[in-house]
């Protein structure tokens, strides 16, 4: 395995610049996920990676090589696609050890790199079959086997369980993270799903328009998001962003929100009259006696927990409950929130202030 260090990286198309200036270390053996919304540039910076998108300007390096100008067949990567990539006239053995027979390896070595494979990924019954036979997650399996038998410096993944239903991508996400802890193998992942990046990666790079907002573990970028963008796209239900000023009180300071009334945490930062966003998680924004006024919209008893969708502060706003509460659509309710789960971003730069 390798290493992958991105430097100063630019892309455009004609006059259209759609990535700008990124820079990027991946360490040997890490699950690197990139993650965004649609059109962020996520899946384009992975195919610059893979060699089939070229580059405008800036440098890419795998272990000690520079791979700007190699092909793809040179870059020692594997790539698994969303939509598989399967050939429907070739079995699952035969799809696997495509790659194989046109480097020119012998059989035995090709037979024992597609039967190693199929072991780990629990493929042996299904080698003499054709991917029409496969279920989805078979054949996602059978695209991660096909990387695999290269034993690539570093594997692809763009966006590859989309195509599944809910309760395969959340098996699915757990086997390709216990696969990469097996083989500690360098890993670039693609998705739109913050849950996929929260719960596979050991560092997220979360971009937006082609620029790169911050990057760190899932918990610090939960924790501890840079700015608005970060705060409300990790998450889910997503953060609530509650506008108002700071006031001051005997104590401390406070958020007022059209004459209610928020505390905030004791920053040095702070000043009477600053006009603020109260970054507030769902979780942490509660049903109380005081705080800002909502009228509950929807309720959404998961099980676990009961979501409220409320309007209040001329916005909509989401409450999650751990615990089971009876509350009715059209219920007046205050939402209060204590001051170590409020997030302080500054309202004209979006950049966050503790």
Same mark, same amino acid.
């Given at each position: ?15 259209t ?54 092909? *793809? ?8 696609? @969303? ?5 429907? /006239?070739?079995t ?53 086997g ?6 690539p ?8 369980l ?36 929260m ?18 573990? *899932? ?5 501890? *998001?840079?700015?608005?963008?970060? #705060? ?8 609530n ?46 049903? #109380? ?17 009961? /979501? ?39 309202? @004209? ?6």
């Amino acid at each position: 395995m390798a290493e992958v260090k991105i430097r100063d990286l630019f892309k455009s198309y004609g006059n259209t610049e759609v990535i700008h200036g990124l820079d990027i270390d991946i360490e040997d053996g890490e699950f690197v996920v990139l993650v965004g919304p649609s059109g962020c540039g996520k899946s384009t910076l992975l195919r610059m990676v893979a060699g089939l998108e070229g580059i405008t300007s800036g440098q890419i390096t795998i272990g000690s090589r520079v791979v700007n100008n190699l092909p *793809p067949s040179e870059r020692d990567i594997a790539m698994v696609f @969303q939509n598989y990539a399967l050939y429907p /006239h070739k079995t699952v053995s035969a799809n696997m050890a495509f790659s194989l027979k046109m480097k020119g390896l012998d059989k035995v070595d090709i037979s024992k790199r597609v039967n190693h494979a199929a072991e780990i990924l629990g493929l042996t019954p299904y080698l003499n079959r054709y991917p029409r036979a496969l279920s989805g997650g078979q054949r996602q399996r059978v695209a991660m086997g096909r990387a695999i038998v290269r034993d690539p410096q570093v594997f692809l993944f763009d966006e590859p369980l989309s195509n599944l239903d809910a309760k395969l991508r959340v098996q699915m996400r757990a086997e390709i993270r216990e696969l990469q802890q097996r083989l500690n193998s360098t890993t670039i992942y693609v998705t739109h799903d913050q849950i996929e990046a929260m719960t596979m990666a050991d560092k997220i790079v979360v971009m937006q328009d082609g620029y790169i907002e911050q990057i760190g573990s *899932p918990l610090e970028v939960y924790d501890s *998001p840079t700015n608005t963008f970060v #705060a409300s796209f990790i998450g889910s239900p997503a953060m609530n962003m509650i506008e108002g000023i700071v006031d001051t009180t005997k104590t401390g300071f406070q958020l007022e929100v059209n004459g209610a009334h928020l505390p905030l945490p004791k920053l040095p930062e702070l000043t009477k009259g600053q006009k603020i966003i109260a970054g507030v998680r769902p979780e942490n924004l509660i049903p #109380a006696k005081s705080g800002i006024p909502a009228k509950i919209a929807v309720v959404e008893p998961t099980g676990s927990e009961t /979501h409220l969708l409320l309007r209040g502060n001329d916005q909509d706003l989401t409450s999650v409950l751990r615990e089971r509460r009876d509350f009715m659509p059209g219920q007046e309710v205050n939402l209060a929130t204590k001051q170590d789960g409020i997030h302080i971003f500054d309202q @004209q730069s979006k950049l966050r202030i503790n």
